[in-house]
């Protein structure tokens, strides 16, 4: 099995662009599928990322990913924060018999 | 609208068993392959185990291995996880997620909002 790392944090302003970080520890970043999950406090999860660049629908345009084969790594880029962005974000990935996911990142937006 | 919603949870003592079900609706349900995602309280998700549209196939996490069982009735749309032998560390909230494909864990795109287990004595 593989890892996925993610910072433990990070924090942005109102308006601007926030990317967090996901990297896996072995094997392709590219030879399985990544999303990624929000989780506001006290809420279920809800899926953000997809097939590591859909968005669902009523996912606004704001979120987007992307992967990364050079660093082994995904991201999630969230451009114009709003308040409501403050929240959790976990990425998953897989292998063919297991589930994996990040540790989380904590969005501060202040 | 896709809907989960789970039920079951509750206070279980060490060595206890417990089944959570998940009533899905909205979706096809026998075409995806179903989830259970599971958070302790103060930390992150975990994988926990995911069975394939048809039922014929599951998976589980190392930790859950041998203890837990997932099922599911498709006439029922409805998804069973059988959980024996608890330890205080099962305790978290159970997420039921519906996978994106049908057959092996890949990722989710609808969760329900949980059930939460606490195992103590």
């Known amino acids: 099995n593989f890892m996925l790392t993610q910072p433990h944090s990070v924090s942005e302003s109102p308006g601007k662009t926030v990317t967090i970080s996901c990297t896996r520890s072995s094997g392709s970043i590219a030879s399985n599928y990544v999303q990624w999950y929000q989780q506001r406090p006290g809420s279920a999860p809800t899926t953000v990322i997809y097939?590591?660049?859909?968005?669902p629908s009523g996912v606004p345009d704001r979120f987007s990913g992307s992967i990364d084969s050079s660093s082994n790594s995904a991201s999630l880029t969230i451009s114009g924060l709003k308040t409501e962005d403050e929240a959790d974000y976990y990425c998953?990935?897989?292998?063919?018999?297991?589930?994996?996911f990040g540790g989380g990142t904590k969005l501060t937006v202040l | 609208e896709v809907q989960l919603v789970e039920s079951g949870g509750g206070l279980v003592q060490p060595g206890g068993s417990l089944r959570l079900s998940c009533a899905a609706s909205g979706f096809t349900f026998s075409n995806y392959a179903m989830n259970w995602v599971r958070q302790a309280p103060g930390e992150g998700l975990e994988w926990v185990s995911t069975?394939?549209?048809?039922?014929?196939?599951?998976y589980y996490a190392d930790s859950v291995k041998g203890r837990f069982t997932l099922s599911r009735d498709n006439s029922k749309n409805t998804l069973y996880l059988q959980m024996n032998s608890l330890r205080a560390d099962d305790t978290a909230v159970y997420y039921c997620?519906?996978?994106?494909?049908?057959?092996?864990?890949?990722?989710?795109?609808?969760w329900g909002q949980g059930t939460l287990v606490t195992v103590s004595s």
């Open positions: 997620a519906k996978d994106i494909y049908s057959y092996a864990p890949r990722g989710c795109d609808y």
């Open positions: 069975i394939s549209g048809s039922g014929g196939a599951t």
């Open positions: 998953q990935s897989y292998d063919s018999r297991t589930g994996v």
């Open positions: 097939e590591d660049h859909q968005r």
